[in-house]
């Protein structure tokens, strides 16, 4: 029985390592929730995401994986007009195939609301509020990419 469960661990980590790329600069606490975005297309572990979502996305990810610090708050922070365009553009599309609509324009209008409070943030300076905003954005992103029928 042992046997059995140390193969389906080790199964689980291996396909943990494998979707997350081998290595991230993300935080061991952000690794295991978060590696997907890793090394993946958006195809490969997104599904078919709305390109304005995917467009989001290529803004989000470089700077959710970056080592956390004054360089990947700074990055972030000189992006919010990027965040901006693009969580218009989100709000702005049709909702997906098979997505509620008002679900949909729920979560779009939150996605736009934390990229408000990111930009509050930034401005504040604050490292704990930006971590706080910055969290807070990247799962208003997962929700949409749910509804997109993406993988959380």
Same mark, same amino acid.
């Given at each position: 029985? +042992? ?8 199964? #689980?980590?291996?396909?943990? !390592? ?38 989001? /996305?290529?803004?989000?990810?470089? +700077?959710? /994986? ?5 360089? +990947? ?34 979560? !779009? !209008?939150?996605?736009?609301? +934390?990229?408000?409070? #990111? ?18 954005? /990247?799962?208003?992103? /997962? ?10």
């Amino acid at each position: 029985m +042992r046997t059995g469960i140390a193969i389906v661990l080790a199964s #689980l980590f291996a396909a943990a !390592t494998a979707c997350s790329g081998g290595s991230s600069s993300a935080p061991a606490s952000s690794q295991a929730a978060e590696g997907h975005h890793e090394g993946a297309g958006h195809g490969e572990h997104h599904g078919a995401m709305p390109p304005e979502l995917a467009s989001f /996305h290529d803004v989000l990810a470089p +700077r959710w /994986h970056a080592p956390e610090g004054e360089q +990947r708050q700074k990055d972030t922070c000189t992006a919010i007009p990027d965040f901006q365009t693009n969580a218009d553009a989100v709000a702005k599309a049709a909702p997906p195939a098979g997505a509620d609509a008002g679900v949909w324009t729920l979560a !779009t !209008t939150d996605l736009g609301a +934390r990229v408000d409070d #990111l930009a509050a943030a930034c401005q504040a300076g604050a490292a704990a509020q930006f971590q706080t905003a910055f969290s807070a954005l /990247h799962e208003s992103f /997962h929700r949409l990419m749910e509804l997109a029928g993406g993988r959380k």
